[in-house]
């Protein structure tokens, strides 16, 4: 409430009691309802700068004078005989009353803004959906084309509420949506805002335009949380350098007007989130270059990406508003992700690694069984080759024979550690034992070997990564057989 006003809420509460029909009944209620119309002012004007417990002060207090006011004139109305009096005091009522509706109106949006901050859209949506009844209920009161301003207010916020809600629910797809409704939907009310030249039409156009701006944002969020989650990560670092644009024009702008504390809040608010999605960008860049093995190159995203979230909540816990603080929370929760990204990286480096290494040992065994069946005049170019010539090469065969039970040994015993499913693993364990104890030698062993092989190979295939352990081995035996 501004300083100036000389008039306070006890002054007004000693008015509403001392009401009684006399020539001071037309003044006193006048400044009543000015005082009341005041408080819905300052109750947006609070609620504006994110200061809800003040914003439902001058809610509550406005609810208070008004159920105060029309006790008293309910009580006047009944002792007075004059039914021309009598119609003034329930016009006086219905003008208290619709007093009444504005507040509940306000309580309702700064309620449903107080839960979308604190990401709580669920109960959000209840109440911009009851602020969207109220605004239309006064436009059919009072068929001021304002109400239906704000009742569209309501009802857009409504969808970036549900577009929040489908975004945490990790449903992008229909959270695009709802941001894209929403947006649709504010600009067109910038443009109903732009025929009407008043100082309180240019203010909500300047505020839509900044909510306009957060849509877009929140577009771009979502398209890159869309591709971040699909594992197309190229796509998600190119929405992501979109969102951070569109986050560092915001922060131009806030920056660009006069300082004050509450601009340095909002200031220090987007710059927390410029960082916070600069370092899922960086996440992304980081398992991008995993995927292409590029294992230095996504070690340093990695760490880019925690320096990143560290500079975001430096900026967040410069800023008290709500939403600092919540989505400080969040990157508290979400940071301890990235030594596990950085532990998921290492691991597949050293598999990768192993499987080269494996890969260059089988290539130089190869080379030295066909190296050993050159000087009695054999070429051979697989193990096919070796097969059709296994009569007159038996210590051949016997070596690729006696090389092949190893490494089948060695997979049952790396199978152990494999947690895939049981019934597969039994299979492969009691198939792979009957073939490492078989008595058949020879062409015989080795095609059965080689079935085996594929088997397990088209196993290893559908169940992924959990398999890692046994794939190099599986690779080395496909190799020998082929």
Known sequence: MDDSNVITYQEIQSVISGLGNNEKFSADLELIENFLSDYYEYSITERDKADFPSSFNYITAGFNLCTSAINKLDLISAQNKDENLKELFERKIADLKMHVLKFTAANNFTTGLFHYTNRNPGLANQFFSEC??????????????????????????????????????????DARKNYQIAKIGFEDIVKKLELDISDESRYL??????????????LHMSNAQFYFRSKNYKLAVENYEKLLANIKS?????????????????????????????GYMNISKALENQKQEKWDEALESFDHARNDWTRATDFLLKSDIQQALTLQETISHNEFSIDQYIESCMKDKEHCLKIIELEEKVRTQQEELFNMLKPAGITVNNIQDINNTVEQNVQIVQKIENKTRENLKELLELLKSVPMNEAEKKTIESEGKELVNSTEKGPKFLDKAKS???????????????????????????????
């Open 452 to 482: 085996f092989t594929e088997k397990v190979s088209g196993i290893v295939k559908n169940v992924g990564e959990i398999a890692t352990p046994i794939i190099p081995v599986v690779k080395a035996l496909a190799m020998m057989l082929a």
């Open 205 to 218: 156009k300047i505020k839509i335009d900044y909510i306009c701006r957060d849509c877009s944002t929140l």
């Open 250 to 278: 915001t922060v131009d702008d806030v920056s660009g007007e006069n300082a004050d504390e509450d601009t340095e809040k909002y200031k220090n608010f987007y710059m927390g989130n410029y960082y916070y999605n600069c």
């Open 132 to 173: 969207e009844k109220n605004f239309k209920e006064l436009f059919n009161i009072t068929k001021d084309g304002r109400y239906v301003i704000q009742s569209d207010l309501s009802k857009y916020f409504r969808h970036m509420s549900e577009g929040l809600e489908k975004f945490i629910t990790g449903d992008l797809i």
